[in-house]
């Protein structure tokens, strides 16, 4: 085994001392194997945290729910005709609800009394298991199968704008806000923007 690692040596020796378009060939394989491996390294980095990011993703506080729903609400009022600058904040009532996939299981047991021949009595009793369906996850840990994310409830709007004397314009920005909340117009605050 060692003469004929020897022996290879001497041959990978050689070919290095000749020609320098082999060597010149071999040196840039060498770098671009090293290359694909260091790209597949950091492209799984990559893959964890963006899973990672969209796995908390959902998870905002209420506060940085409502500052998104702020930021897109202001973007929309900011083109209604009239309106000119806006400023906009939004409260909320509660905080996301997660709804997971659950397997439920109904037992039923029933007994019956006889009187001779008769029934006299007659009872079911009925009992449910529930149990969350778990799923492997790409992290491979086991986790509640998510279904759906309801977003918080928006508790109240207010809404400053330089066009809020005008009451078409008063209007429009509450029929905006109102059907993008489906909340109702007592919950909407318009006031002149100073």
């Not at 973007?75 to 209604?80: H, T, V």
């Not at 009595?121 to 309801?150: C, H, I, M, W």
Request: proline letters at 1%; hydrophobic letters at 40%.
């Amino acid at each position: 085994m060692g003469s004929y690692v020897l022996g290879f040596w001497k041959k990978l020796k050689g070919m290095f001392q000749g020609d320098k378009k082999v060597t010149a060939i071999v040196v840039l394989g060498v770098i671009g194997i090293v290359l694909i491996a260091s790209s597949s390294f950091f492209s799984k980095n990559e893959k964890n945290k963006q899973q990672q990011t969209s796995e908390t993703g959902a998870n905002l506080s209420n506060d940085e729910y409502a500052a998104a729903v702020e930021k897109k609400l202001t973007e929309i009022l900011g083109s209604i005709e009239g309106v000119g600058d806006v400023k906009v904040m939004v409260t909320v009532e509660s905080s996301a609800e997660y709804v997971y996939a659950k397997e439920e299981k109904t037992t039923t047991d029933s007994t019956k009394d006889y009187d001779g021949e008769t029934a006299k009595k007659f009872q079911e009793k009925n009992s449910t298991d529930q149990t969350y369906l778990l799923v492997d996850s790409p992290t491979g840990k086991r986790q509640a199968l998510l279904v759906s994310v309801v977003e918080p409830k928006i508790q109240g709007v207010i809404v400053a704008c330089q066009g809020a004397d005008n009451k078409i314009v008063e209007e429009k920005v509450v029929r905006a806000v109102t059907t993008a909340f489906h909340i109702n117009s007592n919950r909407v605050c318009i006031a002149r923007l100073a």
